[in-house]
């Protein structure tokens, strides 16, 4: 398969977002989500202005062609800082820049960015603003419904109509408040109730506002109850967790699959994996990513055990997934797969 022809740039359809997930959705986690869902908005780990404009933006900002249409997200409070950020993403190519008004971590804290900015409307209506004269991207916002004890469907309505001001009309919402002490960032992302009904009541009173639904959507008939109400939807941990979902929602939603099958995507992503390899990527760096394929299907442990046992060991092993796929059972077709050097043979089971 030419994994180069399913990938098409073009306008941005905002029904399929997958989240910015710190230490998950890198170039490779993206890659691969790509592949399964060629029309989904894909989003960056959250970069700091502070990496951005000081560390090794090679690195931090460096992605595939193939996943646009792509998203940086950035942290930070001083207009200034995220302007110069959002220059350079725009010159480098990205499609959007969206703004972190979510993350509830100690360290975003100590940064003075995240959900804590969402205790100072004007100063993010003022840096969306900036940042919005600055590039011709999209500019969006991501954020709770409240932190702490500010935390009423009033307080969250006025901060998005604050930060509306600045001409920016997209917002993401994590439909769960944020606690800023006393709850791990994992905590943040379970404990505290999801408030659909809210994000709801903003879309009816705010309608020309694009609202995208983040928080709790597990499965396809979620994501498709929540598209009823939503200009689109934001998958975050069920996107790594259980990635066939993408593959899924990209059928439903846009009449055209990505890759027609898991072992279809496998042999995609060898073929990444192979060139990734030659430029001095470990193998473990790419199928960490993948681990989720086949969950909930028989033989999903295997499948993770091979990669357990054995990404570690050899760092150029790009025949790993093919060889993880070997440890299978046979698909719904039946039938059994073969490994032939770099290629994968599936022999039919008898009818």
């Not at 209506?125 to 954020?143: G, I, L, S």
């Not at 299978?328 to 089971?349: Q, R, Y």
Request: aromatic letters at 8%; glycine letters at 8%; a negative charge.
């Amino acid at each position: 398969m030419d994994d180069s022809s399913q990938f098409q740039r073009g306008p941005i359809d905002r029904s399929l977002n997958v989240a910015p997930m710190m230490d998950w959705t890198d170039r490779h986690c993206r890659y691969f989500h790509r592949v399964l869902a060629p029309s989904a908005l894909l989003y960056t780990e959250m970069v700091t202005t502070g990496a951005v404009l000081h560390g090794d933006r090679g690195r931090l900002l460096a992605f595939n062609e193939e996943e646009h249409p792509l998203a940086l997200q950035l942290g930070g409070s001083d207009p200034d800082g995220l302007s110069s950020c959002a220059r350079i993403a725009a010159e480098l190519g990205f499609d959007e820049v969206n703004i972190n008004v979510g993350c509830p971590s100690d360290r975003v804290q100590r940064g003075r960015f995240g959900a804590c900015l969402m205790l100072e409307p004007a100063l993010v209506r003022d840096c969306v603003a900036a940042v919005r004269d600055a590039v011709d991207v999209p500019v969006t916002v991501k954020t709770r419904l409240g932190v702490d004890d500010h935390y009423s469907y009033d307080y969250f309505s006025d901060f998005v109509g604050q930060v509306a001001q600045s001409g920016c009309d997209i917002f993401i919402v994590h439909a769960r408040k944020a606690w800023l002490s006393g709850l791990s960032p994992k905590e943040n992302r379970e404990v505290p109730d999801l408030r659909y009904d809210w994000v709801c009541r903003l879309k009816q009173e705010q309608p020309d506002l694009k609202i995208i639904l983040n928080g709790g959507i597990r499965n396809l008939q979620d994501a498709m109850q929540h598209l009823e109400t939503f200009d689109g939807i934001m998958l975050g941990r069920s996107a790594y967790q259980t990635p066939w979902l993408l593959a899924e929602l990209q059928a439903e939603l846009f009449g055209s699959p990505g890759v027609c099958s898991r072992e279809d995507a496998v042999r995609v992503m060898t073929d990444y994996c192979r060139r990734q390899i030659a430029l001095g990527v470990p193998v473990k760096n790419i199928s960490r990513h993948m681990l989720g394929l086949f969950q909930g299907l028989p033989g999903a442990k295997r499948w993770r055990r091979c990669f357990s046992q054995h990404a570690h060991l050899d760092a150029s092993n790009a025949r790993l997934m093919l060889q993880a796929l070997e440890q299978m059972p046979p698909p719904e077709t039946g039938g059994s797969a073969l490994v032939h050097g770099d290629e994968l043979e599936w022999v039919p089971g008898e009818q």
